[in-house]
């Protein structure tokens, strides 16, 4: 079983629509939960992260983290097509700075 | 602002030849990251360094080897470049002095075709 799970999609929305992406853990050790972004022919770029449990906003971004679920989700809010990319779930414990990775869900949102 | 740049954006080798990957950060960082990236696996660490001269295997060392001689820069070492390592090579960064060691900066990636 790997440390960090997601679904690949890809997912397609219409302009507009709310996104929902997320991602599970079986490593109760981590305390940093980030949410990372990567368009076409680039390198992926921190969007969002948050320590230990709760929700982080964003703009139309939101973060939450359930550590009793080991689940980590990202909303979209009112979603636009150059939030087009692939978002990768991040996490990390309180030692080094090595960072574990999801394998990303492609979203398209569609005008 | 960070940068982090790689010497190759496309590369195209031969079957046994030898590459180099080289990685370059300006932020004065401590950490720095080779990745691979695939369809469908993610990415993948290869190695990784916490210092100057120090390096740590990651989840996929095999057929790869780093250098860190100076902090700036990291390089990624193919002994004997095979087919399954054509691939995106993506270099990173960060600081653990800052406080801020879950932030990694990226390069724009190596795409590398090994044929």
């Known amino acids: 079983q790997k440390e960090v799970e997601q679904d690949p999609g890809p997912l397609s929305v219409p302009e507009g629509a709310i996104v929902s992406l997320n991602c599970t853990y079986s490593?109760?050790?981590?305390?940093?939960f980030m949410w990372y972004r990567q368009y076409s022919r680039k390198g992926p770029e921190l969007l969002m992260y948050t320590y230990s449990s709760g929700n982080k906003e964003d703009g139309r971004f939101t973060a939450q983290v359930d550590k009793s679920s080991k689940y980590i989700s990202l909303f979209i809010r009112d979603s636009q097509p150059s939030d087009s990319a692939t978002y990768l779930c991040?996490?990390?414990?309180?030692?080094?700075?090595?960072?574990?990775f999801g394998q990303g869900t492609e979203l398209s949102v569609k005008p | 602002d960070v940068k982090v740049t790689q010497s190759s954006r496309y590369l195209v080798k031969r079957t046994g030849e030898k590459v180099f990957l080289e990685c370059v950060q300006d932020m004065d960082h401590e950490n720095m990251f080779w990745y691979r990236q695939d369809p469908g696996l993610g990415l993948r660490l290869i190695y990784f360094?916490?210092?100057?001269?120090?390096?740590e295997k990651g989840d996929i060392p095999e057929g790869y080897s780093v250098s860190r001689e100076k902090k700036e820069r990291f390089s990624l070492i193919l002994e004997s470049a095979s087919t399954n390592q054509t691939s995106m090579y993506l270099c990173a960064s960060s600081s653990t002095s800052s406080g801020r060691a879950y932030e990694q900066y990226f390069g724009p990636g190596t795409r590398l075709t090994v044929t």
């Open positions: 991040a996490m990390k414990d309180n030692q080094g700075g090595k960072l574990i």
């Open positions: 490593n109760s050790a981590f305390q940093y």
């Open positions: 360094s916490y210092d100057v001269k120090m390096k």
